[in-house]
């Protein structure tokens, strides 16, 4: 039996039947006609992945959002209603993605609007409200819609940023601890921690974290 392999035909463009068509008229289309039906094209994901690349995204980032035609809508409209870009990445890929996956629902199921996102996180970047404060009004606009101002109204949440009021709340906490303040000045600093966590409760999570730890560490160095 022979092992060799030997050619038994050949077909050429006249056995496919490949030549002109006498009756049909050629088709010729202007630069103009091309470029018209190329600017009603929505766009294509490359383009797209290389537009969030010239915004400074990382790979991870820029992958996560043009995956998703959706979530790049919601992620371009929130930057479009004046939200940082990568702050609008973070809560977008952490927070907003977990409600997501843990509810089983796409990201336009939620009832968080991109215009309130970007609220919320202009109201934490100005100091209105802190971070902390924040993370608990995303899960309720993600669960119940409503707006980012109504809620601060409603729950009474705008942060203390009074030094004054701060102090107060962390003299009492420091009087309220003896024993904590006794083993914060025997070397356990980092006991810092559970006062600013106390003076935080006390607050109900509205002082400035910047001024208490401030304040915290002012008091807790002149009692030493």
Do not use: C
Request: hydrophobic share 40%; proline share 4%.
């Amino acid at each position: 039996m022979s092992s060799s392999t030997v050619t038994m035909r050949k077909k050429g463009l006249a056995d496919y039947r490949y030549f002109p068509e006498n009756n049909l008229p050629g088709v010729f289309l202007t630069h103009d006609y091309v470029d018209a039906i190329r600017n009603t094209l929505p766009e294509l994901p490359e383009m797209k992945r290389r537009r969030y690349e010239k915004m400074g995204l990382s790979m991870h980032d820029v992958l996560f959002l043009a995956n998703d035609v959706n979530v790049a809508e919601f992620f371009d409209t929130t930057i479009t209603k004046g939200a940082d870009v990568k702050l609008a990445t973070n809560w977008i890929m952490g927070d907003v993605a977990a409600y997501m996956k843990n509810e089983k629902l796409t990201i336009n199921e939620i009832k968080l609007s991109p215009q309130e996102l970007a609220e919320l996180i202009a109201s934490i970047k100005d100091g209105t409200i802190s971070g902390k404060i924040g993370k608990e009004i995303l899960y309720e606009l993600l669960a119940k819609g409503g707006t980012v101002k109504g809620l601060i109204e409603e729950k009474d949440l705008v942060q203390i940023v009074d030094p004054a009021e701060i102090e107060k709340m962390v003299e009492k906490v420091v009087s309220e601890n003896p024993k904590q303040l006794e083993q914060y000045h025997g070397g356990k600093t980092k006991l810092q921690d559970y006062f600013a966590g106390q003076v935080m409760k006390l607050s109900k999570g509205k002082a400035n974290p910047g001024l208490l730890n401030k304040i915290l560490l002012e008091k807790l160095n002149a009692k030493s």
